[in-house]
DNA sequence: CGCCGAGTTGAACTGAATCAAGAAACGTGG
DNA sequence: CCACGTTTCTTGATTCAGTTCAACTCGGCG
């Protein structure tokens, strides 16, 4: 789950242009694991999700991707490794995608851009601490809570059971959560 | 945590010999929480980790970096953001200080060295992404094995207490989880 | 020796999971 | 616009993994 930064936007909205778009309907996967991850995926309009199965059969979803944001699995992009890994539509959407020969190439030729896709990388390594940190040391209330402060907008578009799988907690026990923080503020 | 992946290797060997070298003894700080992390650190022989205090109070070891290992707050360092890990020395330890505008001139300057250090970043993000699926889906035991195997030799040299910390359990859980091992293997 | 920090063990507790049953909301076709 | 089935969400009862707190053991080491 990675913001566009803003820097280069021209230039990134002219790269965008020069890439296809695919169209995929709900609940359409762009990636399965055991696939090779060749591409950068932009979301132009829609909601994607990446997830991965556990060896119990479970889906953990790793992020979400709305509009604007990009979605790879840079360990299969990056390592040539079969992805482990899963995006989905959970709305109808229209994403670009960015292969991965094009990015060096950019990386090569265009003044910036490979500043810009190192800050794309270093904010992933933000989002990813920051997770690992709620996954460390808050309880399920508190991460549903910061959940809510900084994606409103998710919370809406996406199924609760969705947003229990993000923050590591089971359905019941989002609701159960939801529950007593409404009662407390009565 | 991320290993020094092998390429560029006299090259990085002389970059190293620029840099300053700060010798640390066990216990001592290279970084705390609110200060700027203005380096990167290179470990030329012992140990130090990273870790982070929450809101309770409670110290979470977010790594662990031994020999020929870097170690940095990337937050920090990219964003221009008070730090809020701290770096501390596990062993005595020498260090080499790789500061923020050496890695922008050398990006710049040497050839294969920004490929390098994205090379670093994405074994940073692989290393992230696998920790938050163990946090996600793997059961204290599992994670304790998984620390087992990939870091034996950490484990020989940290105090129980402080895997315990960095596997997200507390000392007493340790404990039990490899009696119980052990006695599943009798 | 006796202390001290690290690790172990026990007993009670707790947050969250599980399993099972209902209630609401939703959209699709008649 | 309503009726129906499906999916989503809630609620309750029970279980469980891991925490907490306190006491105890063990191995250095001054």
Redesign the pocket.
Known sequence: MISNSGIDEHEVSSILKSCSIRKVKKNQFLLKAGEYCKTTFFVETGLLRQFHLDNSGKEHIISFAPESWFVTDRESTYFDNPSTYFIQALEDSEVALINEELIQVLSRELIGFSDFNNRLLHNHIRHLQNRIRLLLSA???ERYLQFVAMYPDILRRV???MVASYL????????????SISTKSI
């Open positions: 309880s399920a209330e199924p609760q059971a590591g907690i089971t359905p019941e026990s989002l609701s159960r959560v939801r529950r």
